[in-house]
């Protein structure tokens, strides 16, 4: 099947840094991806949705200048956590659709664990 | 969408089966209903998806009754491995490739 991987899997880093996360389909191209963020014992949150070649779509409540999301080609897409604080500490995950595949079938990546200390 | 409405939790005994139970009695006509897996720390993995009646594949069955307003994930002789999150979703087949919003989904924990 489909694969999306993630890089890093987890990342440590201080208050005030950025960190980028890194979203790549291997086998197939995506021309969107979206992008989650999960707290522990809690459900997935869509924050935005990435378009290859523009802007992305982010959902309400969702920094754009602080969450910035870039796809720059067809089988990558990166997000940035700019000046992260501890409260941005979760899990981020990726996700994309295959062309013919199932209608809510989406391949998700294996999740990227930031702690910001 | 449809909102959904799950169980939060259930438990198990290796080698029972298990069925989760999904409300969705908004569903509309042109929604199908899908169910995702998630381990901890790992994103989640697609399981099954229908429209109505019972579908059946290598890992769960899922059955739709004639109103459509809910669902069942039917799980075969668990083991301890299918311990996990999963997630009843419904979504509109023409906005195929728009992002899939979760519900709190139902934890499933089996025991030996």
């Known amino acids: 099947g489909a694969v999306v991987s993630q890089h890093p899997s987890r990342v440590i880093c201080k208050s005030g840094t950025s960190v980028k996360i890194e979203c790549r389909s291997l086998?197939?191209?995506?021309?969107?991806m979206f992008w989650y963020r999960q707290f522990p014992k809690q459900s997935l949150m869509l924050m935005a949705t990435?378009?290859?070649?523009?802007?992305?779509?982010?959902e309400q409540g969702v920094e754009k200048d602080k969450f910035l999301i870039n796809h720059a080609s067809l089988t990558l897409s990166t997000l940035t956590v700019t000046s992260a604080h501890p409260e941005d500490s979760s899990f981020y995950i990726c996700?994309?659709?295959?062309?013919?595949?199932?209608?809510?079938?989406?391949?998700f990546g294996p999740g990227t664990r930031l702690t910001v200390l | 969408l449809a909102k959904t409405t799950q169980p939060i939790s259930m438990d198990s005994y290796e080698g029972q089966e298990v069925n989760i139970t999904c409300s969705h009695n908004?569903?509309?006509?042109?929604?199908?209903i899908t169910w995702y897996q998630q381990f901890p720390s790992q994103g989640p993995r697609f399981i099954i998806q229908?429209?109505?009646t019972k579908v059946t594949n290598e890992v769960a069955s899922l059955f739709i009754p004639a109103d459509r307003k809910s669902s069942t994930l039917s799980l075969p002789r668990v083991s301890l491995s299918d311990t996990a999150v999963y997630y009843c979703?419904?979504?509109?087949?023409?906005?195929?490739?728009?992002?899939?919003?979760f519900g709190k989904g139902t934890t499933l924990s089996v025991s030996s």
């Open positions: 908004n569903i509309a006509t042109n929604d199908y």
């Open positions: 229908g429209y109505k």
């Open positions: 990435s378009n290859e070649g523009s802007k992305a779509t982010y």
């Open positions: 086998d197939f191209q995506a021309t969107t």
């Open positions: 996700s994309a659709r295959v062309p013919g595949t199932g209608i809510n079938e989406q391949f």
């Open positions: 979703l419904v979504g509109d087949a023409n906005q195929a490739g728009t992002a899939l919003i």
